[in-house]
């Protein structure tokens, strides 16, 4: 099925009871703190709409803040604004991201007659230690509380994990990634942690007392929790911020694992482990030594199993000395499977 068009609408900030030691939405979002007008929303509506070509589904979703830790007229305003989309079909569902201590029965009564299909958590971490150091104000049991919360008013639930985390650590992480996929929610994302000017993050990084993860070292994190998420049924939306000027401005984001393709960089390196789990018993026979070896792939997949600038060829020459690597598309091949030929040249 073709995924909805997503209207975002930002409220930088907005709802949020403080701010969080790694936050500065005005950044992520280009968007100055205050709730967009009527005017404001109709305009993204309408722009948004004209890049809708062939998707059938239209959603809206308010991002960047805390929705509903907005005041509850504000909430009940804003929703009012998209209500003539909703009943005239233009647009056929809500999503809100909001963090887990909002989630309440009297929030969840409020919007529920106003089309909210998927509430998206920011959950950060599941360990209570490195929730208290990124000053998020709420708890693993939060998590755990919105969640049933949210199933037990049937709406969908999505969650917001990151990588970087001071004090975190691999195998904190990887836990931490375990606990929010056995509670089954239906989508997450991955934000690999950038230091934000503005934020408490960057005085850290400046005095030293925080150091963001290497490129590599993160896309390798994110590949193992997107390998939880995929083995629990969760499906991963995202991975990384979205590109934007902002982004790529030295003086704003002042460090991190920033990639414009990060997610890319994360699906190359989960073909890579498919490959090399494939030639593992290869590699272990001398009598393939010097061989040529044919990958084929779907072609829509093609970018994704040579990686950025051809990055797991040359991993794959470095891991297997002597064997020669080629890669052709076969569009019979179901989407995402490598298959692993002997050839007798290179092709
Ligand atoms: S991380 Fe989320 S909850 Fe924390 S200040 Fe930023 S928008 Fe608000």
């Known amino acids: 099925m073709t995924s909805p068009l997503v209207i975002p609408i930002f409220?930088?900030?907005?709802?949020?009871?403080?701010?969080?030691?790694?936050?500065?939405?005005?950044?992520?979002?280009?968007?100055?703190?205050?709730l967009p007008a009527r005017e404001e929303i109709d305009e993204i509506i309408g722009q948004y709409l004209g890049y809708r070509a062939h998707r059938s589904r239209v959603e809206l979703a308010f991002f960047g803040g805390t929705f509903l830790g907005l005041a509850d007229q504000d909430i009940v305003g804003l929703l009012e604004r998209i209500r003539p989309y909703i009943e005239d079909h233009t647009i056929h569902a809500i999503r809100c991201s909001t963090r887990p201590d909002t989630i309440t029965e009297q929030k969840l009564d409020l919007i529920a007659p106003y089309g909210v299909s998927l509430v998206e958590l920011g959950v950060q971490s599941m360990a209570d230690v490195v929730l208290e150091r990124a000053n998020?104000?709420?708890?693993?049991?939060?998590?755990?509380?919105?969640?049933?919360?949210?199933?037990?008013?049937?709406?969908?639930?999505?969650v917001q994990v990151m990588v970087g985390l001071p004090g975190d650590t691999r195998d904190q992480l990887l836990a931490s990634t375990r606990q929010v996929a056995d509670l089954a929610p239906d989508v997450a994302r991955i934000y690999p942690l950038m230091v934000l000017r503005g934020s408490l993050l960057a005085q850290w990084y400046r005095d030293g007392s925080y150091s963001p993860l290497g490129l590599d070292q993160s896309v390798g994190l994110v590949k193992e929790m997107v390998?939880?998420?995929?083995?629990?049924?969760?499906?991963?939306?995202?991975?990384?911020?979205?590109?934007?000027?902002?982004?790529?401005?030295?003086?704003?984001?002042?460090?991190?694992?920033?990639?414009?393709?990060?997610?890319?960089?994360?699906?190359s390196a989960l073909v890579y482990d498919q490959v090399c789990e494939k030639l593992e018993n290869f590699q272990d026979s001398p009598e393939n030594r010097g061989r040529h070896i044919l990958l084929s792939v779907h072609s829509r997949f093609e970018s994704r199993l040579r990686g950025d600038k051809n990055s797991n060829l040359t991993k794959l020459t470095k891991a297997y000395p002597g064997i020669v690597f080629s890669i052709q598309t076969n569009d019979s091949l179901p989407p995402g499977r490598v298959d692993i030929q002997k050839s007798a040249t290179r092709v």
């Not at 701010?19 to 005005?26: E, G, I, L, Y």
């Not at 998590?143 to 049937?154: E, G, H, R, S, V």
């Not at 629990?232 to 000027?245: D, F, H, P, T, Y």
Request: net charge positive; with cysteine; aromatic share 6%.
């Open 227 to 267: 390998k939880i998420f995929e083995q629990a049924n969760v499906k991963v939306i995202r991975m990384g911020l979205q590109a934007s000027e902002m982004m790529e401005d030295k003086t704003q984001v002042l460090a991190g694992p920033w990639h414009p393709a990060f997610g890319h960089l994360v699906l």
């Open 136 to 158: 998020r104000g709420h708890t693993c049991f939060d998590t755990c509380q919105a969640i049933d919360l949210l199933k037990a008013y049937k709406l969908k639930v999505g």
């Open 11 to 34: 409220i930088p900030h907005s709802g949020c009871p403080h701010q969080c030691a790694f936050c500065n939405q005005s950044i992520i979002t280009s968007r100055k703190k205050c």
